[in-house]
């Protein structure tokens, strides 16, 4: 037996010992002493069949037998009240919380059945204590029986909560192990994505400068060491999960990468005071993606990169007019609409003859502010 159901075992006993107590002793006023023998005996077999109920549940359901079992603790809890009276009343709670697990599934069953099993034996007592005093243990014994009943009922289903959490532990494991390399994997493609298509643009930059100008060439040559160890400290960053981006340093590097490309340029950013970092993130990421597939994919010699709230959203669309064939959706198309949707958002590719239109669509709500 696990650890976590010898929970079940100490709640049952810790509930078993009151009555096994005010029976031996015959505390209870009115009511004659049990023979301590067959009182530890009945009550031994009372926790016995409610743990039995218990533990068949955590298998998966009541066993084949439950009937019997469930009358037999009945027949246990019941008959001895004809002897013991108030000082057995108690045990009841097992009664009800046995009846409870065994038919889970069907509460309009048992949920007036161990409604009229809890109340009935207040209403005995309030008639035979008379009104004031009789009312105020009436409600005293409900309330005692019910928080006992359902402590019994609550410790088989936090074990069974316990149990579930631990048969999914490898899973949950698993699962957060692959989420961090896909966020590994994304991250390091979108990063060295743009920062090796720099490093080829400026590699062949220097090359046809290599002739005529040494001076330029070398400074391309330059460039490209810096780009590298941006890189190097890009990578770094992402493998302890403390790289970020930013928007506006996307499109700034954007704009200077693509006047060295010899593209047209043209950027409009009208950014919400208000946006969130989470959705400034996306866009930023979503810059640096479209910018490295057309230096990459196309033979642009303009490009328009917009930006701008609309209808509840925020929109970027990255424009190009030399689009090449459709190529479908690479892995870093389908980073970008991972990202997106974990806000919500969508990301859309389309070809128009010779332009290429990527667009990024986010929700946001302008905060208004409070008087």
Not at 74 to 95: D, E, H, I, K
Not at 182 to 206: E, I, N, P, T, Y
Request: charged letters at 20%; one cysteine or more.
């Amino acid at each position: 037996m696990s650890g976590s159901r010898w929970l079940i075992v100490a709640v049952t006993v810790a509930w078993l010992v009151p009555p096994v107590a005010y029976t031996v002793t015959g505390q209870e006023p009115g009511t004659s002493v049990g023979n301590p023998l067959l009182v530890v005996v009945i009550a031994l077999a009372v926790g016995a069949l409610h743990v039995w109920h218990a533990m068949s549940c955590l298998r998966g359901g009541p066993s084949p037998g439950w009937p019997v079992s469930l009358a037999l603790l009945m027949v246990l809890v019941y008959l001895p009240l004809q002897w013991w009276s108030w000082s057995w009343v108690s045990t009841q709670c097992f009664g009800v919380a046995s009846l409870a697990l065994l038919l889970r599934p069907r509460p309009k069953l048992w949920l007036p059945i161990a409604a009229g099993l809890l109340i009935a034996p207040a209403l005995i007592d309030a008639v035979r204590l008379g009104p004031l005093f009789g009312m105020l243990s009436a409600a005293y014994d409900l309330a005692a029986l019910t928080v006992a009943a359902g402590s019994l009922y609550g410790s088989v289903l936090l074990v069974q909560v316990v149990e579930e959490l631990r048969e999914t532990r490898p899973a949950l494991a698993a699962a957060a192990v692959s989420e961090e390399r896909l966020r590994l994997s994304r991250d390091l493609h979108d990063l060295l994505g743009q920062s090796l298509s720099a490093v080829s643009l400026k590699g062949d930059l220097a090359l046809a400068l290599f002739d005529q100008d040494r001076l330029m060439a070398r400074a391309e040559v330059a460039g490209m060491a810096e780009v590298a160890r941006d890189a190097l400290r890009d990578i770094r960053a992402i493998t302890r999960g403390e790289h970020s981006v930013s928007l506006r340093s996307e499109l700034d590097g954007a704009a200077v990468l693509l006047d060295t490309a010899g593209i047209q340029t043209d950027i409009t950013a009208d950014l919400p005071a208000d946006l969130g970092s989470p959705e400034e993130r996306l866009l930023a990421w979503a810059v640096r993606e479209g910018v490295t597939n057309l230096l990459r994919h196309s033979r642009a010699r303009t490009c328009a990169i917009t930006i701008a709230p609309r209808a509840g959203t925020v929109e970027l669309t990255i424009v190009n007019d030399g689009a090449s064939a459709d190529r479908g959706r690479g892995s870093g198309l389908a980073g970008l609409a991972d990202r997106a949707r974990a806000l919500s958002g969508t990301v859309t590719a389309s070809h128009d003859g010779e332009h290429f239109r990527l667009g990024v669509s986010i929700p946001h709500a302008p905060h208004r502010k409070t008087r």
